[in-house]
């Protein structure tokens, strides 16, 4: 219920006239609001950037992740240990905490204003809890699987390839999808490292709607933010569905 009303409120609102928040519901409804964000200046160009952003940074963090993970599961390290709990530590990290020097090294490295320079800062941000989870995972892969593969002559790559992978497939979904949503929703990174309006996501766009004095297109807010939200739901109706297999242990291919 707690979850379910703003929902109905922007619902609401998004397709009622002059809607303002707290105030009784509209008797008239339309599509105007809808209209008025849904053009490439106003939605287009801040949905495609967000999904620039952090669908590379998805990609990048899973990327990195699994071999880093691989390795502090499958073999004895020396300082693998304290590896893992410097990336536990840095999971509680704040941003806020590390922005001013990111942004100074931001300004030296040219990388200010620059959408690869936020979607690597991200990534990065978002490996410590990936590399966690993914090592979770890998440990859940039965090592008497890669041994029969490498009975067979298959190398550490082939093996992380033919046997880990198909095995942690769903997992490594899960952090591409928690990494997606956390930057999709992020607001403090782009708005620090982006400077051009044209570059920056609808998680700071958003943030146009609020005009100065109180001034707040109410309706127009509520559209922007149902439109906001659809990714974000399409991906976790597209993951349950896909995931229907759960982390059922089938796929190995003996290198």
């Known amino acids: 219920m707690l979850f379910a009303a703003p929902m109905v409120w922007l619902l609401v609102t998004g397709v009622g006239v002059d809607g303002i928040i707290g105030g009784p519901a509209p008797v008239r409804f339309t599509g105007a609001n809808f209209?008025?964000?849904?053009?490439?200046?106003?939605a287009g160009r801040p949905l495609l950037n967000g999904l620039l952003i952090s669908g590379g940074a998805a990609i990048i963090t899973v990327?990195?992740?699994?071999?880093?993970?691989?390795?502090?599961?499958?073999?004895?390290?020396?300082?693998?240990?304290?590896?893992?709990?410097?990336?536990?530590?840095a999971t509680g990290l704040p941003l806020s905490a590390v922005m001013v020097p990111v942004y100074g090294l931001f300004v030296r490295l040219?990388?200010?204003?620059?959408?690869?320079?936020?979607?690597?800062?991200l990534a990065a941000t978002s490996l410590p809890m990936?590399?966690?989870?993914?090592?979770?995972?890998?440990?859940?892969?039965?090592?008497?699987?890669?041994?029969?593969?490498?009975?067979?002559?298959a190398s550490s790559l082939?093996?992380?390839?033919?046997?880990?992978?198909?095995?942690?497939?769903?997992g490594l979904t899960v952090?591409?999808?928690?990494?997606?949503?956390?930057?999709?929703?992020?607001?403090?990174?782009p708005f620090t490292l982006l400077l051009d309006p044209g570059k920056q996501p609808a998680s700071v766009d958003i943030f146009s709607f609020f005009g100065e004095h109180g001034a707040i297109?109410?309706?127009?807010?509520?559209?922007?933010?149902?439109?906001?939200?659809?990714?974000?739901?399409?991906l976790y109706l597209l993951a349950s569905k896909t995931l229907g297999a759960g982390f059922a242990l089938t796929g190995?291919?003996?290198?």
């Open 110 to 121: 040219q990388l200010v204003d620059s959408l690869v320079g936020t979607t690597l800062f």
């Open 175 to 189: 952090v591409a999808i928690i990494t997606f949503i956390s930057t999709w929703g992020n607001f403090f990174v």
């Open 158 to 170: 082939q093996r992380l390839r033919h046997v880990v992978l198909p095995l942690t497939l769903p």
């Open 217 to 234: 297109a109410y309706g127009q807010l509520a559209a922007y933010s149902i439109v906001y939200t659809t990714p974000v739901i399409g």
């Open 252 to 255: 190995a291919i003996k290198g």
């Open 35 to 42: 209209g008025a964000v849904l053009t490439w200046d106003v």
């Open 63 to 89: 990327l990195v992740a699994l071999p880093a993970a691989y390795s502090l599961s499958r073999y004895q390290l020396r300082f693998g240990r304290i590896f893992l709990y410097t990336v536990l530590f």
């Open 130 to 153: 990936a590399i966690w989870m993914t090592k979770n995972f890998i440990d859940g892969v039965p090592l008497s699987l890669e041994e029969a593969a490498q009975t067979d002559g």
